[in-house]
C-alpha cells in the first residue's frame, strides 16, 4: 500500500450566488396607512435582479512580493531553486533546491529540499525530506546513487504535512549526486512492513542547479 503525500488535487471553488431580497421599509407614519404605494420614476435608482448586492473588490498591491513569501527563481532540469522573500535591506533572498520525489508509477509521493551549509563543517550540504505520515519509521530512510550502496537517515519528527529527515551530504555524497542519473530514497509503508516503496530522485540539472547556490556564512544560520 503506497501512500500518497503531494499528490495534487483538483481546487473546487463553490460559488453560493443567491439572489438577494430587497426589502421595501414597511414603517407607517401617522395618517400614511391608506395611502397608495409610491411608484417608481424613471429618474430613480431602482434595484435589479440583475444587479444584486456584489462586491466590486479593492485594488491590489503592486505585485511585489511580501516578506516571508516563497517564490520559484529557476528550474534546471528536474530541480526547482526555491527562495523566501527577506525584509528589504536584510540581504539576498535565500534558496534552496527542490523536487517532488515520484515512484515508480509516477506518482508523487514525497519532497526532497537541498542547500549549502557553511564552510568548515563535516556536511558540505543538508536536505529535509518529507514523506507520507503513513510510513513505518522504524525502518528509516535510506538513499542511494544509481543502484549503489546506499545510505540510512532516520526521520526527526512528524508533523500534519507528513514524517521529516534532516539529512547532511559530504563533499564526496555530492560529488556522487553530480556525477548519477538518478538516486533512490526508500521507505517502508506502516500498513505493508514487508514491502519497500523505491521514489526516484532525478540528478538532471543538479550539478548546474547546486554550484548556483550561495555559500552561506556562519552569520546567516
Do not use: H
Amino acid at each position: 500500500m503506497k501512500a500518497e503525500l503531494m499528490k495534487t488535487l483538483p481546487v473546487v471553488a463553490l460559488l453560493a450566488l443567491a439572489t438577494p431580497v430587497f426589502a421595501q421599509d414597511t414603517t407607517e407614519t401617522e395618517g400614511a396607512a391608506d395611502q397608495p404605494a409610491a411608484e417608481v420614476t424613471e429618474d430613480a435608482p431602482a434595484q435589479s435582479a440583475d444587479q444584486p448586492n456584489l462586491d466590486l473588490g479593492q485594488p491590489v498591491g503592486d505585485g511585489s512580493r511580501q516578506p516571508g513569501q516563497t517564490y520559484i527563481e529557476k528550474v534546471t532540469g528536474d530541480w526547482e531553486r526555491k527562495c523566501i522573500t527577506l525584509p528589504e535591506g536584510q540581504g539576498d533572498d535565500p534558496c534552496q533546491m527542490y523536487q517532488l520525489l515520484k515512484d515508480d508509477k509516477g506518482n508523487s509521493v514525497a519532497e526532497i529540499s537541498l542547500g549549502r551549509l557553511p564552510e568548515g563543517g563535516q556536511a558540505t550540504a543538508g536536505a529535509t525530506v518529507v514523506v507520507p505520515l503513513e510510513t513505518l519509521l522504524t525502518q528509516q530512510l535510506t538513499i542511494s546513487v544509481d543502484g549503489g550502496q546506499g545510505k540510512r537517515y532516520p526521520f526527526r519528527f512528524c508533523a500534519q504535512p507528513g514524517c521529516v529527515a534532516n539529512i547532511g551530504f559530504t563533499q564526496a555524497e555530492i560529488d556522487g549526486f553530480k556525477r548519477g542519473a538518478k538516486a533512490t530514497v526508500s521507505i517502508v509503508p506502516a500498513a505493508a512492513p514487508d514491502q519497500k516503496v523505491n521514489l526516484t530522485m532525478s540528478l538532471d540539472g543538479f550539478t548546474q542547479s547546486y554550484d548556483e547556490l550561495s555559500v552561506p556564512t556562519q552569520q546567516e544560520q
